[in-house]
């Protein structure tokens, strides 16, 4: 069962599980961009946690013994503990490392069927790994080592499952599309044409408008508030260019790719 429960504020948008009686109306674009522009503040507030740490590297070197590195020691056992709280019962969450997770100690809820099957199992966490570690924490943190490997083992967490759930949310914006224009959808999908696929979920003016407000955030987030004025004009604990370049080079184009390879199988 292929479920999915989200809230903007203290009102829940989807909660199948609670709700019983799920209805299709309430599926639409408008709602799930809401999501994701509240996901952009969760994504933020965690690089600007994250920041706070140095690179602390050696977290990420191999271990011998451990059969890998501290850091994904960690967040294994972190994913073990949360799969038995139902974590992954929902299906915007997505494990790094999803092999020989425990089972939720309690059953999952009685959850509404949302997503095709085939596409509700694709997970890009690998890439989204890749991305994180190479190119964008080398951006937000400073060289060095502080020794403080649990808490920013912690914040490194905090900062890949918020990137995670917003970009394989990609899942439901393409189902959400794909109901809304069968037909063109349709087309592309039975000659697997990717391109075209692209092509048709693409609104570069939505896009835009995204890299500026995210900018904008992190200004108002990563700002140091103080009580004298214009003392901090400009300082912030994370650069808001780097977050709209996060935007512009991974989160959105890799939310696309989830898209892309979730309409490909959606008529399997
Ligand atoms: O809002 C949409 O229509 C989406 O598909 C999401 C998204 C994004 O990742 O933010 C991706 C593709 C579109 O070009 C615009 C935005």
Known sequence: I????????????????????????????????????????????????????????????????LSGSLFEFFVKESEAVQAKVGRYSSAEENAFFPDNLPPPLLPPGDSQQVLHPRGASININGQIMNMYRKQLLPLITSDGDDGSYAITAARDLDCLQALSKRIHLGKFVAEIKFRESPENYTRAIRVQDKDALMKLLTF??????????????????????????????????VNPSVVSRLYGEWVIPLTKFVEVEYLLCRLD
């Open 2 to 65: 292929v479920g999915f429960s989200a809230a903007i504020g203290n009102t829940p948008v989807f909660n199948v599980s609670e709700m019983g009686n799920f209805s299709d109306d309430m599926l639409n674009l408008d709602t799930l961009r809401k999501i994701l522009v509240r996901e952009e503040d969760t994504i933020i507030f965690s690089l600007i946690e994250r920041a706070k740490y140095p690179m602390n590297s050696r977290m990420y070197d191999e271990r011998p013994g």
């Open 204 to 237: 570069e003016s939505v896009e835009e408008m995204i890299k500026k407000r995210v900018e904008k955030k992190a200004m108002v987030f990563a700002q140091d508030v103080d009580l004298k004025e214009n003392d901090n004009v400009g300082k912030y604990k």
